[in-house]
């Protein structure tokens, strides 16, 4: 079975190739590593627009008309700075309005912003568990996404 899956990065990575994105989903790790016997197939890569998210609606309505079935909330909308203020709006109104599963993070969290946000204390409140979770892997991992 092809799972389908549309990314959406945050815009102040607008410039970014996807490099992380596409190796952690070719080799499913991070948050690709729930589709262990799946293959995948990416059918949408955009970005929010900048804040308050001005290409969400239209992304969504894209990603899922191109087959999407699950959007993937980039990683970096989690270890930027600030982390993005709207995760929790943009998966929820994807997914009410797409019917469409959305998951937070994309490549395993490179360990250079591990290190900030631990030192930040950024993801200290337990809000942040569920959001990282999807992305927290090893060290070893975690060092080579830096």
Not at 4 to 14: F, L, Q, T
Not at 23 to 40: C, H, M, P, V, W
Not at 54 to 78: C, P, R, S, W
Not at 82 to 100: G, H, N, Q, S
Request: include cysteine; aromatic fraction near 10%; charged fraction near 25%.
């Amino acid at each position: 079975m092809t799972v389908k899956i549309g990314i959406i990065i945050c815009d102040r990575y607008r410039r970014c190739a996807g490099g992380k994105c596409f190796r952690s989903l070719k080799n499913k790790e991070g948050a690709f590593s729930i589709y262990t016997d799946q293959d995948l197939e990416l059918v949408g890569y955009t970005t929010c627009d900048g804040c308050p998210g001005g290409n969400i609606e239209y992304a969504g309505e894209e990603m899922v008309k191109n087959g999407a079935q699950v959007i993937h909330l980039a990683t970096g909308l989690v270890v930027g700075y600030p982390p993005c203020p709207y995760i929790d709006t943009f998966k929820d109104f994807l997914e009410a309005r797409y019917d469409v599963k959305v998951v937070v993070g994309t490549h395993p969290i490179p360990q250079k912003y591990h290190d900030m946000h631990t030192r930040l204390g950024t993801w200290d409140d337990p809000i942040w568990e569920p959001l990282t979770a999807p992305t927290m892997t090893d060290k070893a991992t975690r060092i080579s996404y830096n």
